[in-house]
């Protein structure tokens, strides 16, 4: 199996970045799809939807639009422990990703075991399912077709940050522009009532 121990390993930079607009385009259509598909009654477009623009900065960082997960028949994605090399009570459970589908079938031949399948999913999608699964530590992307020597670790909890520090932003300026249209609204009663004509000019309004 790949060793993500391996200190050639990356950390994912920061979100901040210029997309190629043929990219942005493919991702939008991701996001577009998985909204779609998504339950309309549990929230999960509206979360989508909210936490696009962290997905696509994350997902612009990495080399494929879609990758390669082992899983189970049962749909359960492969779980893996790590054992740091010079604190070995330390350890950390990750998930593969791989950028190519022969790398990703040449792992799951080394486990022997029949019942595991390789998936293809895309990017966004992986991203999204992350942040919600609180038994993984890490997901570990493999771009290389060469193999598994060099990956890019995507730290969940920090995953998660990014996404909390980014909805508090929108909510910050959901509220700033809220307190904006009060004001507005106090200064000119007018705006508060938008179905009432204002008056012609040189003419007032008893209402």
Known sequence: MPNPENPDNQQLPAIETLIDPQVAQQLDDQIAELINDAPQDGGMPQAVSMLSSVLKAIAAKLEHLHYFIIQTQAG????????????????????????????????????????LICVEIGVIDLLFRLIGLQAVDSLI????????????????????????KHLKRLQYGRSKLAEVQRQRAAADPLLARPNQPRPPKGFSSIA
């Open 76 to 115: 359960d994605w492969l779980l893996t422990t790590l054992s740091h090399r010079d604190l070995p009570e330390v350890s950390k459970r990750v998930i593969y990703a791989y950028g190519d589908r022969t790398v990703a079938n040449v792992e799951r031949l080394k486990l022997d075991d029949p019942k």
């Open 141 to 164: 992307v493999f771009d290389s077709v060469a193999g598994t020597t060099n990956g890019t670790e995507i730290v969940r909890a920090e995953l998660q940050q990014m996404c909390e």
